[in-house]
């Protein structure tokens, strides 16, 4: 098959899920609650009342779940640890059960040539650190590096790739402002100070791995999308400025540049704190990462992590506050089922914005994807055409953000399975492989064939 687009030789292809998306039983063998088992078991957070109780049964099925990755010819794997298995209290003992788990699964793909990539925290806080006041209290950067530690010793020489948080952003604005995800805070104070102890955490954790002697590469996975203002008055000018600024420069303006975006103390007001410079200092990333050379002072981010779903049309709405504007669905565009724009060119223009901006660091697409209303099965295979040209359209426009000299060095679908999407629980499905928790039968669809061809042609 003569690929249009060819990736690099030892372009990294992967699938990405995550703990409480889809292993089941969150408290077996002495693992402790997060604050998700807790939040999807409190009435009227999550659609249909689902919780993570079962999701994919992928804690006991990872075996055979191993196997069907390996038939897709997966390079690599992308999948998260929860902290509370690990750690049931979030600090002290460990747990050697939950912990044996993910050596388990680490062994299992490595015997399948799949290489992991560990994200350590994708959202499910220990509710004992919860109830010490979790990601607001200033000891939880602490308490995420002693965490790191426990993984990076365990695991750290079969791991070749880390990923510290998943979507900071996701974490604070759903989780702390305007309350739709775990912990379900709405706080314009609390925010922006869980917000920066999610970066000094990130930070801590990096020189953790560091002092430990880490020998691979370690980054942070944030959820970007491009603002365009709906049209080109002044106020969307201005209102596409500030959502670009609090969606996808709050992050990495102070791993990169070592400051926040002023828009925000702006958009937050009284609300804003003052940070302290040695903080700033601590989190920020310098240019040359171990990849680039010398250590820095930083905190040395090895890579980025782009989780890349769609762009943001934005028009100015003084009601919308505190931003002052709103995201609006353009009218006739193709939308998934979750009601976000079909909008591939938004994935090159991150790529080259992040290139652009932040000195081209290495990157990884580490999550892409969508969920629409698949059919059921036809003769034992899902036919997904909405999600194969999804794919297919956002591997092109990877590409070309490569060919315009982005170092972008792998790509993970989002996902790997259909599995539980937080507040809308399992009425959203994300995955190259169709399961329902009922019968959790694995199914393929068109799309997992599709992609298996793409990485046997390194193309697409
Ligand atoms: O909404 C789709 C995905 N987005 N990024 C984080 C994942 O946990 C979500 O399922
Ligand atoms: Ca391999």
């Given at each position: 098959m003569t690929s249009e687009a060819a990736f690099p030789a030892n372009f990294l292809w992967g699938a990405a899920t995550s703990a409480y998306q889809i292993?089941?039983?969150?408290?077996?063998?002495?693992a402790g609650p997060s604050i998700w088992h807790r939040f999807a078991h409190t009435p009227g957070r999550v659609a249909n009342g689902d919780t993570g109780d079962l999701a994919c049964d992928h804690y006991r099925r990872f075996e055979e779940d191993v196997a069907l990755m390996a038939d897709l010819g997966l390079g690599a794997y992308r999948f998260s640890v929860a902290w509370g298995r690990v750690l049931p209290e979030g600090r002290?003992?460990?747990?050697a059960k939950g912990l044996d788990f993910y050596r388990r699964l680490v062994d299992a793909l490595l015997e399948r040539g799949i290489a992991p990539m560990i994200t350590l925290y994708h959202w499910d806080l220990p509710a004992a650190l919860h109830d010490r006041g979790g990601w607001l209290n200033p000891d939880s950067p602490a308490w995420f590096a002693d965490y790191a530690q426990v993984l990076f010793r365990a695991l750290d020489d079969r791991v070749p790739l880390w990923v510290t948080i998943n979507e900071p952003w996701v974490v604070t604005v759903?989780?702390?402002?305007?309350?739709?995800?775990?912990?379900?805070h709405r706080d314009p104070f609390e925010a922006p100070r869980v917000a920066h102890h999610l970066l000094l955490a990130h930070a801590e954790a990096v020189a953790a791995y560091r002092s430990l002697g880490g020998r691979h590469r370690i980054g942070l996975a944030v959820n970007l999308e491009p603002q365009h203002p709906a049209s080109p008055t002044p106020e969307n000018q201005a209102a596409a400025r500030r959502r670009d600024a609090f969606i996808n420069r709050w992050f990495l303006d102070p791993l990169y540049l070592g400051r926040y975006p002023a828009e925000l103390a702006t958009i937050f007001g009284a609300a804003w704190p003052e940070f302290a410079d040695a903080d700033l200092a601590r989190i920020r990333s310098t240019s040359d990462s171990v990849l680039g050379g010398s250590l820095g002072?930083?905190?040395?981010?090895?890579f980025i992590g782009v989780n890349y779903y769609s762009r943001g049309l934005v028009r100015a709405d003084p009601n919308t506050q505190p931003l002052g504007a709103i995201r609006i669905s353009p009218e006739n565009a193709p939308r998934t089922t979750m009601g976000w724009e079909v909008y591939p060119p938004g994935l090159t223009e991150t790529l080259l914005w992040i290139k652009e901006h932040y000195g081209n660091p290495p990157t990884y697409i580490t999550e892409n994807g969508a969920a629409f209303d698949d059919p059921p099965p036809a003769d034992g295979l899902v036919p997904d055409p909405e999600r194969v040209d999804y794919l297919r359209a956002h591997l092109r426009a990877a590409h070309a953000a490569l060919e315009q000299g982005a170092d972008l060095r792998g790509y993970f679908v989002w996902s790997l399975f259909d599995n539980f999407e937080w507040a809308q629980g399992y009425s959203q499905r994300f995955g190259l492989i169709r399961v329902d928790p009922p019968n959790q039968a694995r199914i393929l669809k068109a799309s997992a064939r599709f992609y298996q061809n793409v990485i046997r042609a390194n193309g697409v």
């Open positions: 292993e089941g039983q969150p408290l077996a063998d002495g002290g003992s460990v747990n759903p989780g702390y402002l305007d309350g739709e995800l775990a912990p379900g002072t930083g905190c040395a981010t090895d």
